[in-house]
């Protein structure tokens, strides 16, 4: 049987199967997409670094030992695994990080936010009810980056007509113009919904499923987990068959966020969310969703929109068509004898008038022979 852990080739750490970087050092999981094939060992501190790494994830030593790098001084405490102060997600994001917060209300959007942007940014509320029912944008500095936060709660609204929803859509691309870099799928630990599916499909028809590239699924109430000594990947088996689809389809990139942690601790989660969003951009070739692909997908949308109202006149014609002929059968079947005996009197009646019509004629030269007889005998 398969191994439930994997040996970290950089630190040696034994990681969960599940996970696709060491939780120590960074290094990806060998087999997983994302880091490249090509290494190269620290001169300074022996540490194995992916190839596309400038600076040493352990020490910060450049790539070929020309010095190391300092603390940015963004991070609250001492990296983990001996990495000193500086964040473990990589180079490859550049000044900016835009996310997108998807989620029905109550999944922990606003708190999300809040934990990804370190302060009271958005409002939060325990009740069922939704704070904002319009796209709401806040931002912050945090590792040196400007980090942008959108909660989307409008475009992930089933009840909405479709023309709010566009208009909704826009204005999100347009926030976070020229795209997001991901659209974070915020979710409850509790029981995944048909609701919940059903607004996935609604927002994945809107962005057509190359948006499954840039997402990534976030779970909330991970110290519901931890007070029942359970991991994410636990949870992840028990998950219904549809929520296992959809991470198949963003290629399983998942994480669990305590947004109610010490400080230190919500900081690490926000470093793996962006060592996950760095991985999303090496994907896809450090492009972000875009307006075109925007537009691709709403051509795809209008074309499908089209077919399905093309189909629903078709269905409506042949029900009327239908409904028609059920009538028709069930009127002849009560006053069929009716047709019948009125077919026979329009036809008696017919007769009749074409018998009156011969004899109206006969009359009329009968009279002309009387007339010329009277004449006859007058002259």
Not at 252 to 260: G, K
Request: glycine share 10%.
């Amino acid at each position: 049987m398969a191994s439930n852990y994997w040996c970290c080739n950089g630190c040696t750490h034994s990681n969960e199967h599940g996970r696709r970087k060491c939780v120590q050092c960074g290094t990806t999981k060998n087999g997983y997409s994302g880091g490249g094939g090509d290494t190269w060992r620290c001169s300074q501190c022996t540490f194995i670094n992916e190839g596309q790494r400038s600076k040493c994830s352990a020490c910060g030593a450049y790539n070929g030992g020309h010095g190391h790098g300092q603390d940015d001084g963004h991070s609250p405490r001492g990296g983990r695994g001996g990495r000193g102060g500086r964040g473990r997600y990589g180079r490859e994001i550049d000044n900016e990080v835009r996310i997108v917060l998807l989620g029905k209300t109550g999944s922990g959007k606003s708190a999300t936010g809040n934990t990804i942007l370190n302060g009271e940014l958005f409002a939060s509320t325990t009740s069922g009810s939704s704070i904002t029912s319009r796209c709401t944008s806040r931002q912050a500095q945090r590792f040196g980056k400007e980090i942008q936060v959108v909660d989307t709660p409008g475009i992930f609204d089933t009840n909405l007509p479709n023309d709010v929803v566009q208009k909704e859509i826009v204005k999100c691309i347009g926030m976070t113009s020229p795209g997001p870099h991901c659209f974070l799928l915020v979710l409850g630990l509790t029981r995944f919904t048909q609701e919940e599916e059903e607004s996935i499909d609604h927002f994945v028809n809107y962005f057509g499923r190359r948006v499954f590239s840039y997402f990534i699924v976030l779970f909330t109430r991970k110290d519901d987990l931890d007070h029942h000594g359970k991991t994410l990947d636990d949870h992840l088996r028990t998950v219904p068959t549809s929520l296992k689809k959809i991470l198949g389809q963003c290629d399983h990139r998942c994480i669990a966020f305590n947004n109610r942690a010490p400080s230190p601790a919500r900081h690490d989660q926000v470093e793996d969310l962006l060592e996950m969003i760095d991985e999303i951009l090496r994907q896809n070739h450090g492009e972000c969703y875009t307006n075109d692909m925007y537009s691709e997908a709403e051509k795809v949308m209008k074309q499908r929109q089209y077919q399905i109202e093309k189909k629903r006149e078709r269905e409506r014609e042949r029900e009327r068509k239908e409904i028609e002929r059920e009538v028709e059968q069930k009127y002849r079947g009560q006053y069929g004898s009716h047709y019948k005996s009125q077919s026979a009197l329009e036809q008696r009646v017919a007769e009749l008038e074409s018998m009156r019509d011969h004899y109206a004629h006969r009359s009329t030269a009968l009279e002309r022979e009387v007339r010329e007889l009277e004449d006859e005998i007058d002259y």
